[in-house]
């Protein structure tokens, strides 16, 4: 089993945090419990993620949410990058 084959595809299949604009309230509740540290908030105060190698796929950011502004999800579909701006896969 060649370990280099063996970590790209599991690096291809990890989910992490999709962010919801249009439900963020911008508490900041996401990036400030991630026990990883993985999201900062931008300038307008949302969150984005800074380190997706740190993600433990733990989901307490989902939880915590309390606008059901996150969902965990690969980010292959077609997120352009690791924040991307994607409003659809709540729905
Ligand atoms: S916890 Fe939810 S509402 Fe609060 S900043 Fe994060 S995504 Fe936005
Ligand atoms: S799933 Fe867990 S480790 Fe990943 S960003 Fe959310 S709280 Fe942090």
Do not use: W
Not at 53 to 78: H, S, V
Request: glycine share 8%.
């Amino acid at each position: 089993m060649p370990e280099s084959t063996k970590k790209g595809s599991e690096d291809a299949a990890k989910n992490l945090p999709v962010f919801d604009r249009d439900r963020c309230k911008q508490c900041g509740i996401c990036a400030h419990f991630c026990p990883k540290g993985v999201m900062e908030l931008d300038e307008a105060g949302f969150p984005r993620i800074i380190d997706a190698e740190a993600c433990t796929e733990c989901r307490l950011c989902e939880y915590l949410c309390p606008d059901f502004g996150i969902k965990l999800a690969a980010p292959e579909n077609d997120a352009p990058g690791a924040n991307g701006g994607r409003s659809d896969p709540l729905r």
